[in-house]
């Protein structure tokens, strides 16, 4: 018979740490029951299909931009006086700097597409409606916060492209009748560019990042969680539908549809392992593609455009696509001016404001909106195909359309005049030439085309989209 050998140190050391881990986990779990709560958490079904995934894109883009940003604060000095210097040597002296700003850069654009993705996911399919829309509405606040740090985050280099960023945001708020003044005081403390370089830096750093750290956890996390997660419409069950909607007629089958889904089955995946190793391989997919864009792609090289010099040119740049709705916005609007009791008034320079402020607003009331207009008051489960929803569809493409129209305002910019100095004096230095910069008569004639655009595609965008999604779905 053969005499049993004393295991080997490894194997010893494998037993050890496994008796370890059971008995932690047994006393932590006496004392603080996890197991009940973890069990049922662990086996929750998850959807299978990719655009379920939008939502996680824009959360692993938010973390990577939090790592970078924490990078960028250490070296970063908000002093007005040396910010373009501290930005310079970020990207040229410290090691990994430039690599760090573009993938802060390239984060924050991942981050924000990945939002505009998903929102129009849950708007097209109406996920969004009854008992989703404090999700949906955290989800637009989210939106606008985002929108607004990263316009705090590309004015920081103090460059002379971010400076003049400032300025235009400055004219806004003096445009503004009554209050206008006090604004801008508090932004800027005093004249431009007064301290506003600390104080954009101080809301960019902490104030927004705060409130984004409380929504994004609220919205991706702890409602997404408690709530049962929307369906796809599978083909068998939509032929189920629309026979016994044939058969019993449709407010009976209305009836019978709430009580379906409310009963339903939930589909789809557990949460461990099957959705945690898909959300693995999408963090590790988002930073990978990111890290590849900083890697190869330059973005804003500050030291190209120099520091802030007030009567300095501004480097031609075309503004960031969401940022272009804005300033094509401004182009678009004819430059009026009324004047009231001797002060001169520009409503031009309101109305985008004005649009973007509309926009979100009805954008956040939307689930409200539609449920007073439809009458529809019951609880979704079921996600509707763009084509079931003709008016929400054509709505949604009607919008995408009139900002397309206000974005192409900034693909066009007017060939600046030559500069002339008097007899004796040195010539001026030339304006950079802008992209696809045409002749005045022209940029006229383009401006004037789209002011005729926003009015007209929108409405024809609506009316084309209303048409084709009512013959698919007939």
Not at 430 to 449: K, R
Request: hydrophobic share 50%; proline share 8%; aromatic share 12%.
């Amino acid at each position: 018979m053969a005499t049993p050998t004393k295991p080997k140190r490894r194997a010893r050391i494998i037993a050890g740490t496994a008796k370890t881990a059971v008995d932690s986990a047994i006393y932590l779990d006496d004392r603080l029951p996890f197991a009940r709560w973890l069990r049922p958490q662990l086996r929750k079904l998850f959807p299978s299909h990719w655009s379920f995934l939008l939502g996680e894109l824009a959360l692993y883009s938010f973390a990577l931009l939090v790592l970078t940003g924490t990078f960028l604060t250490l070296f970063y000095k908000p002093n007005p006086d040396v910010a373009f210097a501290s930005a310079t040597e970020i990207s040229l002296d410290v090691r990994g700097g430039l690599l760090m700003r573009q993938l802060h850069h390239w984060s924050a654009t991942v981050f924000v597409l990945a939002i505009v993705a998903h929102l129009c996911r849950v708007f097209f399919t109406g996920a969004f409606r009854r008992p989703r829309e404090l999700t949906w509405m955290l989800g637009v606040v989210l939106f606008g916060l985002v929108l607004f740090e990263s316009f705090l985050g590309v004015s920081l280099p103090g460059d002379q492209l971010a400076m003049a960023g400032l300025r235009q945001a400055q004219g806004l708020l003096l445009s503004i009748p009554v209050v206008g003044t006090y604004l801008s005081a508090f932004a800027f403390d005093g004249e431009f560019p007064g301290q506003v370089l600390p104080r954009v830096f101080v809301t960019h750093v902490l104030l927004v990042p705060g409130i984004l750290m409380a929504v994004v956890p609220l919205h991706a996390l702890i409602l997404t969680w408690r709530q049962k997660h929307t369906e796809r419409r599978s083909s068998r069950r939509e032929s189920e539908e629309r026979a016994n909607e044939e058969r019993s007629g449709r407010d009976h089958e209305h009836e019978r549809k709430a009580t379906a889904v409310s009963e339903g089955q939930v589909t789809g995946g557990p949460f461990f392992p099957y959705f945690a190793v898909k959300n693995g391989a999408t963090a590790l997919f988002t930073m990978g593609a990111i890290a590849a864009l900083a890697t190869f792609v330059r973005v804003n090289p500050v030291w190209e455009h120099g520091a802030y010099s007030a009567g300095g040119h501004v480097p031609s740049a075309q503004p960031f696509w969401y940022f272009g709705v804005l300033d094509g916005a401004q182009r678009l609007v004819p430059p009026w001016e009324i004047t009231v009791g001797g002060y001169v008034l520009q409503p031009g320079l309101w109305i985008p404001p004005l649009i973007l402020t509309v926009f979100f607003g009805i954008l956040l009331l939307y689930p409200f909106l539609e449920r007073r207009f439809t009458g529809d008051g019951d609880h979704h489960h079921l996600l509707d195909r763009p084509s079931q929803a003709p008016v929400r569809t054509a709505l949604g493409i009607a919008v995408i359309a009139f900002f397309i129209v206000l974005w192409a305002g900034t693909w066009f910019s007017e060939a600046a005049p030559p500069m002339h100095s008097a007899p004796g004096f040195p010539q001026p230095p030339q304006a950079p030439h802008a992209l696809l910069t045409v002749p005045h008569d022209t940029y006229a004639m383009i401006v004037l085309g789209l002011r005729v655009a926003v009015f007209v595609v929108p409405v024809l965008a609506f009316l084309v989209t209303r048409a084709v999604c009512r013959r698919r779905a007939g």
